[in-house]
């Protein structure tokens, strides 16, 4: 017998989503789980930076905005060039740059 709440054509037509899946996109939802780490994404929002950047920025220390950037890029956020001494980031694409507008509007009208 079918719920009060749903009916057996609505039951019917949804599939669970598949759990490797599941869990891929609960990494990606992860990367935006922590402050600093949205701060990092905040400021490649507006383009590729240097990890010494980024440090002078947040007034961070190097192995902790490193640490930081090294769990953005094991998730697919973001990307790293690197030219001579230095590692360029930047977003992986614009899905995570859609993922982190649409994370800061529903923050400001929540």
Known sequence: ????CVTEHQSSE??????????RAADVFKAFADPTRVKIIA?????????GELCLTLGMSQPAVSSQLR????????????EGKHAYYALADE????LFHQ???HARHA
Do not use: F, K, Y
């Open 95 to 98: 899905h995570v740059r859609n």
């Open 14 to 23: 949804r599939e669970p989503l598949d759990a490797q899946l599941a869990w």
């Open 71 to 82: 769990l953005l890029r094991a998730l697919g956020i973001v990307t790293v060039r690197r």
């Open 1 to 4: 017998m079918a719920s009060a």
């Open 103 to 105: 994370g800061l509007a």
């Open 43 to 51: 400021l490649l929002d507006a383009g590729e930076l240097c990890v």
